[in-house]
């Protein structure tokens, strides 16, 4: 049979992304106290395609995550890409995963002793790596602060911070974590402003050796419409907008 995929094209149109996407696959991924963790990922992978090439195969995509048996962390993310960029002969390859990672918590009126994260990986492979770790952290505030009489507001949610990280070394899912709830903690109230919170998180990751770069989102839910102010590690300051 004749392999369409790898028959020379002179139309000399490169395409920047073919590939797979939403596969839902069960991955183990690094966990602190329990060394590991099973959880369900979305996955998409793709590779930039040379002109010169038709198409590409993708079930290849498929049989290399196959081959690492769902194992996903720094290390094997770096090797998948490097598989599938030399086995689909791309000029770059990424691969994106997102999964929930859950951490036991003491259980209390508001939690029923696990808190659930979201948490994402995107890696690209060209001439180097790059690889950025994110996660939606919740941010609650106290059943004390909320308005007495009726239901609570989302049992105590204000809002989301997404912090996304480059390395230079490595950090656990947890300690990320961590550090993100531990500048959110020792409030009596409500948390300030979007603004004010957005600058705590950035000068707190800012202050981290291990992390090269950083993004912080944070969001608050309102009625209608939610606020938000983004900070990364290259410019330092935030904006904020409301969304009808």
């Known amino acids: 049979m004749k392999d369409i995929q790898n028959l020379r094209d002179d139309r000399r149109i490169n395409i920047r992304k073919v590939g797979v996407k939403t596969i839902s696959y069960p991955v183990t991924v690094l966990d602190k106290e329990h060394r590991l963790q099973q959880t369900v990922a979305t996955v998409n992978m793709y590779v930039n395609l040379p002109h010169r090439f038709k198409g590409t195969h993708m079930s290849r995509f498929v049989e290399i995550l196959n081959r690492f048996h769902g194992r996903i962390n720094l290390e094997s993310f770096h090797h998948i890409l490097e ?132 993004s912080v989102v944070v969001e608050n839910f309102a009625s209608g419409f939610a606020t938000f102010a983004s900070v990364n590690s290259s410019n330092h300051t935030s904006s904020t907008r409301k969304n009808q």
Do not use: N
């Not at 308005?147 to 809002?159: A, C, E, V, Y």
């Not at 947890?174 to 300030?192: H, K, N, T, Y």
């Open 83 to 214: 598989e599938t960029k030399g086995r689909l002969d791309a000029e770059a390859a990424h691969m994106e995963i997102e999964f929930p990672y859950f951490l036991q918590r003491d259980s209390s009126v508001d939690s029923i002793g696990t808190e659930r994260y979201e948490c994402r990986m995107h890696g690209s492979l060209a001439e180097s790596d790059d690889l950025v770790l994110e996660i939606d952290v919740p941010i609650t505030v106290p059943r004390s602060s909320l308005d007495q009489g009726g239901l609570p507001r989302s049992m105590g949610r204000w809002g989301t911070a997404r912090v996304a990280v480059r390395f230079r070394e490595f950090i656990w899912i947890e300690d990320l974590i961590s550090l993100v709830e531990q500048g959110l903690a020792g409030r009596s109230d409500l948390p300030d402003s979007v603004e004010t919170v957005c600058r705590q998180l950035g000068e707190i990751l800012a202050d981290q050796p291990a992390i090269r770069w950083f």
